[in-house]
Structure formats: structure tokens, C-alpha cells
């Protein structure tokens, strides 16, 4: 069974950076994704990997902020916010689901409603 274990939430204020990690169990191949949600509001797409850094998807509100990497041989994905805003203040989940494609679009696949797996999230609260 795949699990998702997510680190590296904390309370910080703007302008500062945070590094949030989600470690991966179970063989395979899958599609990582970074969604949130603040509280009265819908789960959000963040940012989604495929294999590498060049198969990537931002949400505008993050475009130049915040980075996605992974290192496959730690079975982890990592998001590096810098710069962050009270704004980006809500509860991060790590997503992923198995990768099956031949050709996939990440802006597509990288939506909430396709992950089939998910960690427990961790809170990320900005202050102002």
C-alpha cells in the first residue's frame, strides 16, 4: 500500500521560506502533487512532477515562488516556497497517482480529482 508522510510545515511571516517534504512508500511509479486548503475553502492545486523538473505544473498564484523537485532515490518530493504570503496560509497535502501514462499533460493531471493517494497534510500558517 502506498502511504504519503508530509514534513516541514511551521508558522513563519511574509517574505520568509519554508521547505515542505513528502516521503513516499510503496513501488512504483507516480505523479506527485503539492495541493492545500484553508479553511471554508476548496482543496487547491499547487504544484505537480512527473519524472523530472522540466515535467512540472505551477498554480499561477504560486508561478515564481514556489519550487517542486524530487529525488527519486529518497523516494521524496519537495516544495520550496520562498517569499510567502499570509495568503498562502491553509493545510499542504501531498498527492500522487501512479504513473501510467505515455504522454500525460501536467496542467491536466494535476488537479485533485485524479490523485489517489494522500498524506495526512501539514500546516503552513503565514503571519503578517
Known amino acids: 500500500e502506498v502511504q504519503l508522510v508530509e514534513s516541514g510545515g511551521g508558522l513563519v511571516q511574509a517574505g520568509e521560506s519554508l521547505r515542505l517534504s513528502c516521503e513516499v512508500s510503496?513501488?512504483?511509479?507516480?505523479?506527485m502533487g503539492w495541493f492545500r486548503q484553508a479553511p471554508g475553502k476548496e482543496r487547491e492545486r499547487v504544484s505537480c512532477?512527473?519524472?523530472?523538473?522540466?515535467?512540472?505544473f505551477y498554480a499561477a498564484s504560486v508561478k515564481g515562488r514556489f519550487t517542486i523537485s524530487r529525488d527519486s532515490a529518497k523516494n521524496t518530493v519537495y516544495l520550496q516556497m520562498n517569499a510567502l504570503k499570509p495568503e498562502d496560509t491553509a493545510v499542504y497535502y501531498c498527492?500522487?497517482?501512479?504513473?501510467?501514462?505515455?504522454?500525460?499533460?501536467?496542467?491536466?493531471?494535476?488537479?485533485?480529482?485524479?490523485?489517489?493517494?494522500w498524506g495526512k497534510g501539514a500546516q503552513v500558517t503565514v503571519s503578517s
Open positions: 512532477i512527473r519524472r523530472n523538473t522540466e515535467n512540472t
Open positions: 498527492g500522487a497517482v501512479r504513473d501510467t501514462y505515455a504522454i500525460v499533460t501536467m496542467e491536466f493531471i494535476c488537479d485533485h480529482h485524479a490523485m489517489d493517494y
Open positions: 510503496g513501488s512504483g511509479l507516480y505523479i
